[in-house]
């Protein structure tokens, strides 16, 4: 299925495209585009959009990982949406895709000496 009856489907609201009625449209859904790889850096981004849980962040964090991304270029999704998605957003996200990564930044906070801001 080409891009224009995917972006068709979805204007229609087509409800095949998510109940499996139409073997085209689950074909649309299972096979994406988009690499592994990718779909999980962009779906991080939509976390931090949507201000996502931190279970969600895990699980995506480790799709991507599992996909071949680096957590440089993890982190990197998080600083290229705050132009789209205001740094409030990325503030708010930052902890919890830390912890993602397994990098508690409240315990290295607290362990920096008063008065070092460094």
Do not use: C, H
């Not at 229609?12 to 690499?35: F, H, Q, R, Y």
């Not at 201000?51 to 998080?78: H, K, M, R, Y």
């Amino acid at each position: 299925m080409d891009y224009t009856e995917r972006l068709r489907r979805l204007a229609i609201n087509d409800a095949s495209l998510v109940d499996g009625g139409e073997d085209t449209a689950v074909a649309a859904l299972l096979d994406p585009v988009l690499d592994p790889r990718t779909r999980a850096l962009v779906r991080l981004a939509a976390l931090v959009a949507v201000g996502g849980a931190v279970p969600s962040f895990g699980a995506q964090a480790d799709a991507a990982v599992n996909a071949g991304a680096t957590a440089e270029e993890i982190v990197d999704v998080l600083f290229s949406v705050v132009p789209v998605t205001g740094l409030p957003r990325a503030v708010a996200a930052g902890p919890k895709l830390a912890l993602a990564l397994g990098y508690d930044t409240t315990e290295e906070l607290e362990q920096q000496p008063v008065g070092d801001k460094a």
